[in-house]
């Protein structure tokens, strides 16, 4: 089946119609190529295509720099530059926007930020056979393993525990004992951390940046870029008292010490509130889920940071927030999907500015920071 893609959409698909009308989803076509289908599945109520030959290729398409594009489910979007890779990841974000919460001026926006791809990837989890000593990731859409000695996105340090393979291995033993393998794959999961002064297999603390962090607790994976959009967080906060939910290690925590201002920290995590604690010292820190802890609070806040996981806020928690009449939110977003609906239901605000970050080059993923105004 000879399709013509249409657009871009998230998750990197390119979107294209049969003679029928049914849509299909082509992974990593690009906005106007022709694609010859070799095959076609259903997942979700949705057809997708992954296996095709593309007769008419786009001018923005490029040769993968990975010798492992396509086998290995780790990128699935390095068949652009990364100048443009933020480009049509703005884009797609502006459309989600647009789709979900009706806005069709997105002049707000800023021009996307972006990093080179080779050795930007400073955290990853990787997939361990114990039975074969086989380390690697998952290959595109399957659970088998795709070995790998080396990783052009790693950096040189990760690149060499691969290529040495003791310390992870030995490291995949102790979490087999502790936590078992993943009965989906039947491997077990080791989380890598590369920092300025070493690395993390699970609670070691290193530093990165100047905060300190671990590879059990969840920490940006692109340190070249994450400078500019802690920048950009901070510039855009107003106010004496910031509200930080979902803080994790104290990442925008972190931005207010030595201000005076007066900063809570929230995070259900134990270990990570730890590690934001050494962070932010001066901040009030609280173990808590974001929900829990917002019907108890009663102070003024005037600028409200929220980086929330990829499925977004919970319902119950939007009405708390607006309650609090913040002057600011900060929505920080990896599923620009999730935020856009999100944002669909903060009543009395506006989109002020907003900003891409692309902090994976070579993946379809998307970073984005939506600053809201009260009206």
């Not at 290995?72 to 443009?84: P, R």
């Not at 990853?124 to 088998?144: A, M, Y």
């Not at 977003?333 to 907003?354: K, V």
């Amino acid at each position: 089946m000879d399709l013509r893609i249409e657009k871009l959409i998230s998750g990197a698909y390119g979107l294209a119609h049969d003679e029928e009308g049914r849509a299909i989803l082509v992974k990593s076509a690009l906005e106007g190529e022709t694609v010859r289908c070799k095959s076609i599945s259903r997942r979700a109520n949705v057809l997708v295509s992954e296996d095709y030959e593309i007769l008419k290729p786009s001018e923005m398409r490029i040769a993968p720099s990975c010798p492992h594009y396509g086998k290995c489910g780790g990128c699935d979007f390095l068949c652009v530059s990364e100048s443009t890779s933020s480009l049509l990841k703005t884009m797609m974000v502006k459309e989600n926007l647009n789709r979900i919460t009706k806005i069709d001026d997105t002049s707000f926006f800023l021009p996307p930020s972006y990093s080179s791809f080779p050795s930007f990837r400073s955290r990853c989890r990787l997939h361990v056979d114990l039975r074969t000593k086989e380390i690697g990731f998952l290959q595109r859409g399957s659970n088998s393993l795709h070995p790998l000695s080396d990783c052009p996105a790693l950096t040189g340090r990760i690149n060499d525990l691969l290529k040495s393979r003791d310390e992870i291995l030995k490291e995949a033993q102790r979490r087999r004992l502790l936590y078992g393998i993943n009965k989906k794959t039947g491997y077990v999961e080791v989380p890598v951390q590369d920092g300025d002064d070493g690395f993390s297999l699970n609670d070691r603390i290193i530093t990165a940046g100047g905060y300190s962090i671990n590879a059990n607790c969840f920490f940006q994976s692109n340190l070249a870029l994450l400078p500019e959009m802690l920048s950009f967080v901070k510039e855009n906060a107003v106010g004496s008292v910031i509200m930080d939910l979902y803080s994790g290690v104290g990442t925008f925590s972190r931005l207010f010490e030595g201000e005076g201002k007066t900063v809570y920290a929230v995070e259900k995590n134990p270990q990570c509130l730890s590690l934001s604690k050494k962070n932010a010292p001066t901040a009030h820190s609280f173990t808590s889920d974001a929900l829990l802890f917002s019907k108890k609070v009663r102070e003024r806040v005037d600028t409200l940071i929220v980086d929330p996981p990829r499925v977004g806020l919970e319902n119950a928690i939007i009405p708390i927030l607006l309650s609090w009449n913040a002057e600011r939110i900060i929505y920080v977003s990896c599923d620009s999907t999730t935020a856009a609906r999100d944002l669909s239901f903060f009543n009395g605000y506006r989109i002020s500015r907003a900003k891409v970050f692309d902090f994976y080059p070579g993946s379809f993923h998307e970073e984005c920071v939506f600053i809201l105004s009260k009206i």
